[in-house]
Structures are given as structure tokens and as C-alpha cells.
């Protein structure tokens, strides 16, 4: 007769682990997609509520009418749904919500990738195109909720350069972003730049600056913005037989573009116009891959000559002028100083 095999089962066989590592590609991004799904949801659930409530209580136009039946929905939501996110705090919570965002066509895009917290952190801003702004860009790059507020108290909008445009060209910025992921130049540079992290006081040389900023390089890309990848310092560059060095060379990412980084002690001169325009035609010509948008430069100076930086209109050359701070000034006066340019900047629009 011919012999039975016997098959043992055993504990210590063990999957392949190419198997493995797929089956938990596929738990884990099918979880954090339940996960976000859940999370857009109750984001929804939660602007509608407050949407409702806010008619109703517009409705009967009295101020008495209003917290009764706040505290009445809040009362009878949590007997129905329990205790937990039906508060009266998070009622109020959710119909100041709706309120300050009452367009749900700009909120449904972001919701799906921003959560609850994140818009709570939103709240307390007083402009509303500096709450559609946070909660764009952290939505388009991706922002813990640390990185949000870390991003509001660092004055991010104040500094971007997009905020000194017209209201209006700041909204259809935003919309290109949020609706066709697409980043302008004036979304990603700032003025000024903070650079604390280098440790330079007093006086010091461009050198000095240069040599900080490369040892804590890490902590400069942070500062310039999501999508900068270094490639090269002091970019050597043949003209005429003449040897000329950039300071900095970067790539960002969502522009496609090569960004050139000049560094300058004192007030902006003219004549570095023409050094970065020099520098910039020399990259187009000589580096620039297929595919790839113009370069800009940015040319950051401790000081701005406002009228002349106008009056040269670099924007038409791809440049940026930015000032830098290596000794950050109390809070309270740094506040009051982006807030007076930028009124300044408003001022100039509507003249």
C-alpha cells in the first residue's frame, strides 16, 4: 500500500515578506482612506448643523431666541446622540463655523484633507482670506495641526507675497490652488524672511550669512517654504571668460522652476538688478532641463529701497526682493510693522 503523507501544521513557517509588505500597503492605505472619509464627514456634518441652526436663529432676528434654542438643540442632540461632540461650546462652535465660512464650494475640496482641529485653529483669525489661505495651504502641502499653528504664529500670510496683491487676485490664487493644484510665485515667496536660527548679531559678512545659512540648511528650506531642494552654493558661471558665483541655487518643486538666491548686507541698490538678470539668463540658457519654467531670483537684503525696487518693476525679470531679520524684534512690534506694510501695500493698489 502506498505510504500516507503526513502534512504537520506549524507556527514557525512565515509569509514572504514582499507578500507581507503589500498586504500591509493595502490595510493601511484602505485605512487611511475610511479614515479621511470619516473625517470629511463629520467636518460636513458638523458645517451643516451649524448652517441650519444659523437660519433658524436668523429667522426670528432676537438675540434671546438664540441661546435658548442653542442650549435646547444642544440638550436634546446629546439625550438622542450622547454627550460627547454635541456640547452647547461645540454647538456654537459649529455655527461659527458655517458662518465664517458660509461658500461650501471653496470648503468641500479642503475637508477631505484638513481636519476638524484644523479648522478650529482657523477660527479665531479675524480676515477671511487669511483663514482661506492657512487652511488652502495646509490643505496643498500637507500641514500637521502643529505645522497650522505654527505657520499662524510665525505670520505666514502677513509675509507671503501674495498678500499685499488685491483682494481679488488673492482669491483666484487661492482657488487655482485648492481646484488644479497649481502654486504661483507669489504663494510661495515671503518678505521678510526670519533667520534667527543663524545666530548672527551686530555686524557680520555676507560670507558669515552664507556660512550660517548652509550649516543650518535644514532650517533655512523650512523657512523659505514647502518644495525648495537645494543644488548648489556659490554656482560657478563662465561669461565672457569671466568667472561669476551665485550665492545660492534652489528648485522648487510645485514651480518647476530653478530659484537663484543672492545675498545682500544693507539697503537693495539698482544695480543688483542687473547681476541677477545676468545670473538668471545664464541659468535658462545653460541649466535649465526640459520641461522646466524660467528661473526667478530672489534677492534677500537687509533692507528694501521700495520706491526703487518699484520703479525698476522686477517682477517683469522674475525677481523677488526680500528683506531678511536675523534678530526678531518682541512679537507686538513685529506684528504692528507686517501690518503697516501691508496696508502700505494696500494703499498703492487702490491709488
Not at 319 to 345: D, F, G, N, R, W
Request: net charge positive; hydrophobic share 40%.
Amino acid at each position: 500500500m502506498p505510504q500516507k503523507i503526513r502534512i504537520e501544521k506549524s507556527t514557525s513557517i512565515k509569509a514572504p515578506e514582499t507578500l507581507m509588505n503589500d498586504l500591509r500597503q493595502i490595510i493601511d492605505h484602505a485605512r487611511r482612506r475610511v479614515a479621511s472619509t470619516v473625517n470629511s464627514e463629520l467636518t460636513l456634518m458638523y458645517w451643516h448643523v451649524g448652517e441650519r441652526i444659523n437660519r433658524d436663529v436668523l429667522k426670528y432676528h432676537r438675540a434671546e431666541y438664540g441661546k435658548q434654542v442653542v442650549s435646547a438643540v444642544a440638550r436634546q442632540l446629546q439625550e438622542e446622540y450622547g454627550n460627547k461632540g454635541f456640547e452647547e461650546r461645540t454647538i456654537r462652535r459649529m455655527m461659527q463655523f458655517a458662518s465664517l465660512f458660509p461658500d461650501i464650494n471653496i470648503l468641500t475640496p479642503l475637508v477631505t484633507k484638513l481636519s476638524w482641529t484644523h479648522f478650529l485653529l482657523a477660527l479665531p483669525l479675524k480676515d477671511e482670506l487669511q483663514r482661506e489661505f492657512y487652511l488652502t495651504m495646509a490643505a496643498a502641502e500637507n500641514w500637521s495641526k502643529r505645522a497650522l499653528q505654527s505657520k499662524i504664529d510665525g505670520m505666514l500670510y502677513e509675509r507671503t507675497v501674495v498678500s499685499g496683491k488685491p483682494n481679488e487676485v488673492i482669491r483666484q490664487e487661492l482657488a487655482k490652488l485648492r481646484n488644479d493644484a497649481e502654486m504661483s510665485p507669489d504663494l510661495v515667496f515671503r518678505d521678510p524672511y526670519f533667520l534667527e536660527f543663524t545666530g548672527l548679531t551686530g555686524s557680520y559678512s555676507e560670507k558669515s550669512l552664507e556660512d550660517s545659512l548652509i550649516a543650518h540648511l535644514e532650517q533655512f528650506i523650512i523657512e523659505l517654504g514647502n518644495g525648495f531642494s537645494f543644488v548648489a552654493r556659490q554656482k560657478r558661471m563662465i561669461i565672457d571668460g569671466q568667472d561669476y558665483y551665485l550665492d545660492l541655487l534652489f528648485f522648487h518643486r510645485r514651480l518647476h522652476r530653478l530659484v537663484a538666491v543672492d545675498l545682500k548686507l544693507g539697503k537693495f541698490k539698482a544695480e543688483y538688478k542687473g547681476q541677477m538678470e545676468l545670473y538668471l539668463r545664464w541659468l535658462e540658457k545653460n541649466e535649465m532641463e526640459p520641461g522646466e519654467e524660467t528661473p526667478l531670483g530672489l534677492l534677500l537684503c537687509t533692507e528694501g529701497n521700495r520706491e526703487q525696487i518699484e520703479l525698476l518693476q522686477l517682477e517683469k525679470s522674475g525677481i523677488k526682493v526680500a528683506q531678511y531679520i536675523t534678530e526678531l524684534p518682541p512679537k507686538e512690534v513685529l506684528q504692528k510693522q507686517l501690518k503697516k506694510s501691508l496696508e502700505q501695500a494696500k494703499r498703492k493698489i487702490t491709488c
